[in-house]
């Protein structure tokens, strides 16, 4: 005959508590794999989106910007304390990084020989200044009327500072007292009284 020992309601009371912590232990320690995937896909989006909230950093920003801008300018060419040219242009943008500067909204330049006596002035849409050696360059309805009375007319024109010469290999019309020429490529003083037209397409006096 088999007898069971009677079992105390404490003793049952432990027993329950046992299973229900190890039950509580399971679920906190166990992760199903599906789960898991789930939470590394979380990670992984995180830190994506960690990523592209860096700002890029991309090199030379702000070297097409102009470091200094003015309106209504004036700017003085000197050649060894000497008065060479005074420029007025409607805006300029100095760009000191790569040694230039910008002239728009229509340029006017005096220019003065070695004497600093004034000997011409050119009129223009747009130009630049070379920053190292002051030579200028002037583009669009680019005009010179010397103090002689002789005019020139063209679209690209440069001038040397040191030299006081001006050029462009560019189509020209000049008219002086003296006769009205056509061509292409010039060399000339500022002051239009010796230049020379590399390829005259046409030629003619004021009166013809």
């Known amino acids: 005959m088999n007898w069971s020992r009677p079992v105390s309601g404490e003793r049952i009371n432990r027993m329950f508590s046992r299973v229900a912590r190890r039950r509580r232990l399971s679920g906190l320690l166990r992760i199903p794999a599906a789960g898991a995937v789930f939470l590394t896909a979380i990670l992984l989006l995180a830190s994506c989106s960690e990523e592209k909230i860096k700002p890029a950093i991309v090199s030379g920003v702000g070297q097409d910007l102009p470091s ?38 229509g340029i006017t330049v005096d220019f003065y020989d070695q004497q600093q006596r004034h000997t011409s002035v050119l009129t223009a849409k747009r130009g630049r200044v070379n920053d190292i050696n002051h030579d200028f360059e ?39 007292p003296t006769e009205h020429i056509q061509g292409h490529g010039l060399e000339s003083d500022q002051s239009l009284k010796h230049y020379t037209i590399l390829k005259v397409t046409g030629q003619s006096t004021p009166h013809e």
Request: charged content about 20%; hydrophobic content about 40%.
């Open 68 to 105: 200094q801008e003015s309106w209504n300018a004036k700017i003085v060419f000197t050649d060894s304390g000497r008065l060479t040219g005074i420029l007025h242009a409607g805006h300029i943008a100095m760009f000191e990084l790569r040694k230039f500067t910008l002239l728009d909204s």
């Open 138 to 176: 002037a583009h669009q309805n680019v005009v010179v009327v010397s103090d002689s009375g002789t005019v020139l007319r063209t679209e690209d024109l440069y001038w040397s500072n040191r030299a006081q010469k001006i050029n462009t290999p560019a189509f020209v019309d000049i008219t002086s």
